[in-house]
């Protein structure tokens, strides 16, 4: 079975700070994939990045990072210099076969300016 | 703009009632997922369709029913509604494979909102 646990529910930050969004996957495939999805107030989902479990490298797309870590079945996601803009539900995902996306419980971030 | 399309945006019904929501995919998009996102379930995945066949279901109440038709647009199907089914229903689509190892990009629209009153 698949599994994603987002164990922050709620993360509050003054605007400039970094910040470490927390996901701890389990599933007994061998080729999976690993996502992060923002989820603004607006309500509709963003895709902000995918994964294969093949490619541990870890990632950087302007203030965003990711950091994957098979050996503890970790896909961290950081956003450096937060803006009020990032406030938002996060959510993290895992995809095996057929492609359906197991979320997580997601984290709600507040940027307080 | 995902190029998903989802209608309606709103929709607000009684207990006992039905609805049709509406998904129609991006241009090429052969698969076609539905979500549901509750406030006690979370964000969970309901049910597949690849070029009009049922692929995969997951957490799918015996309520509910989809379907895909010809012009690869979608409709999941609520009946009896509860309280409980309150949320807001996502369509997604990707490109579809018949590889099932393989990942499509799912591409989300902006979700239906269903209140059961």
Redesign the interface.
């Known amino acids: 079975a698949q599994k994603v646990t987002q164990a922050q529910t709620e993360i509050s930050v003054v605007e400039k700070e970094d910040v470490t969004l927390d996901c701890v996957y389990e599933t007994r495939d061998t ?1 999976y ?1 690993l996502f992060w ?1 923002k989820q603004p107030p607006s ?3 963003v ?1 902000l990045i ?1 994964r ?1 479990s093949f490619d541990e490298q870890n990632e950087i797309s302007g203030r965003y990072s990711w950091n994957f870590q098979k050996s503890t079945s970790s896909f961290n996601f950081t956003i450096t210099a937060s803006q009020v803009v990032d406030s938002a539900v996060y ?1 993290c995902a895992l ?1 095996t ?10 984290t709600r971030l507040t940027v307080i300016p | 703009d995902s190029g998903v399309t989802q209608t309606p945006k709103h929709l607000i019904t009684a207990t006992g009632q039905r609805v049709t929501l509406r998904c129609s995919p991006r241009s090429g998009d052969l698969s076609v997922y539905w979500y549901q996102q509750s406030l006690d379930q979370g964000l969970q995945f309901l049910i597949q369709y690849y070029n009009g066949e049922e692929r995969a279901k997951g957490n799918i109440l015996e309520r509910f029913s989809a379907q895909q038709f010809p012009d690869l647009h979608s409709e999941l199907n609520l009946s009896s509604l509860e309280l409980g089914d309150s949320a807001l229903y996502f369509c997604a689509s990707s490109v579809g494979t018949l590889d099932l190892k393989s990942y499509n990009e799912q591409f989300f629209g902006p979700g239906t909102r269903l209140t059961v009153l």
């Open positions: 080729t994939y999805y309500g509709e989902l895709f995918r294969n959510f995809s076969g057929a492609n359906n996306l197991f979320f997580g419980t997601g």
